[in-house]
């Protein structure tokens, strides 16, 4: 992997967020020539600060939704590759914002394709979409990647939608012209330095520091838990594959193994094992606004026969290092040489 991305030139939409401030550093580590397009931090603080991206990268700080300033970046740095990750990645503000939702995810997606079509200097995309784009009927048997597509909530439809789109794109235009796309529905995934809203880890870090009670609006639902470095090498991998051969130009589940879902309430309890006991609540009240599933399972098979896709840590040992990872920050330790030595040390 070392010598295949040096010096490659490499388009990342919505890098800022703690998933994909990560891949900038790993790219970058790999002298890859790193180009993002995103709005600022969304947090405070934000791995992309403390990982001092901003002298790492170019980064170009303009509205996704903006096709007329894309297309200018394109044009101006020739990307070979775009990694098209920019979302508005909430469910439950799909709910309060389903307008801004579906432009994003869906029409955003479709000015991304245009852009591939119409500028001949790119010639791979990987395009990442979500779990949820699946007609999902909360069976206990796992979603392979030929399963029907649906919908509930704006966000779900909105990631489907994306998926229609890039399929109708390489079916009608890409193809012909040589262009290799491939998608991941890929879940979200567990490690520090995520701020984010409305995520469980962080919740649980965020209040602790404040000693606070956390309050579970879904205890019971059933969810995988993913390292984010498992995903990010993937996605890497996926970039390889698809240069070999166009074979691999298809959709997959970036999954973890099934032994790896656990209920949240679970979840919430080896944390507490983990780090120091604290308190929680159940309210499912605040749920009962919105659609929200309780099971959602996906078959891996695919990633792992054609990619040799192997998931390398389990929950618990994800779990104990996302957590004490955390306490690093509160210690003033040296983030950026930790990160690098993490990624280091799954690359072994």
Request: proline share 3%; with cysteine.
């Amino acid at each position: 992997m070392t010598e295949f991305y040096k010096w490659k030139k490499i388009l990342i939409t919505w890098s800022t967020w703690f998933k994909w401030s990560w891949l900038a550093f790993w790219l970058n580590n790999l002298w890859a020539n790193v180009i993002w397009y995103s709005l600022e931090p969304n947090t405070k603080p934000s791995l992309f600060s403390i990982l001092k991206l901003e002298n790492k990268i170019n980064q170009i700080y303009w509205d996704i939704n903006n096709l007329k300033e894309f297309n200018w970046v394109v044009k101006k740095y020739n990307p070979e590759i775009i990694f098209h990750l920019a979302a508005q990645p909430i469910v439950r503000e799909s709910y309060k914002d389903p307008i801004y939702t579906f432009q994003t995810n869906a029409i955003w997606t479709a000015n991304i394709m245009e852009c591939i079509r119409l500028n001949e200097c790119i010639k791979w995309a990987v395009i990442i979409t979500t779990d949820k784009v699946y007609d999902n009927k909360e069976w206990i048997h796992p979603y392979r990647e030929n399963d029907r597509l649906w919908w509930f909530d704006p966000y779900s439809s909105s990631k489907a939608m994306a998926e229609i789109v890039v399929d109708s794109y390489k079916k009608s235009f890409l193809d012909k012209l040589w262009k290799r796309i491939c998608t991941v529905r890929a879940w979200n995934v567990v490690w520090w330095w995520d701020w984010s809203t409305d995520r469980l880890v962080p919740d649980i870090v965020k209040t602790i520091m404040k000693d606070e009670k956390l309050t579970l609006r879904n205890p019971n639902a059933t969810r995988p838990w993913q390292y984010v470095l498992e995903a990010l090498y993937w996605y890497l991998i996926m970039w390889e594959k698809i240069f070999e051969n166009e074979k691999y130009c298809t959709s997959y589940n970036f999954w973890p193994e099934l032994s790896d879902t656990m209920k949240v309430e679970d979840l919430v309890k080896i944390s507490i094992e983990i780090l120091w006991k604290w308190k929680y609540d159940i309210d499912e009240s605040l749920n009962n606004w919105m659609h929200e599933a309780w099971l959602l399972l996906l078959d891996n098979t695919k990633a792992k026969i054609m990619l040799n896709w192997k998931p390398k840590y389990k929950i618990k040992e994800t779990l104990t290092r996302t957590l004490n990872w955390y306490k690093t920050y509160y210690n003033n330790w040296d983030i950026e040489k930790l990160s690098l030595e993490e990624i280091n040390n799954f690359n072994n």
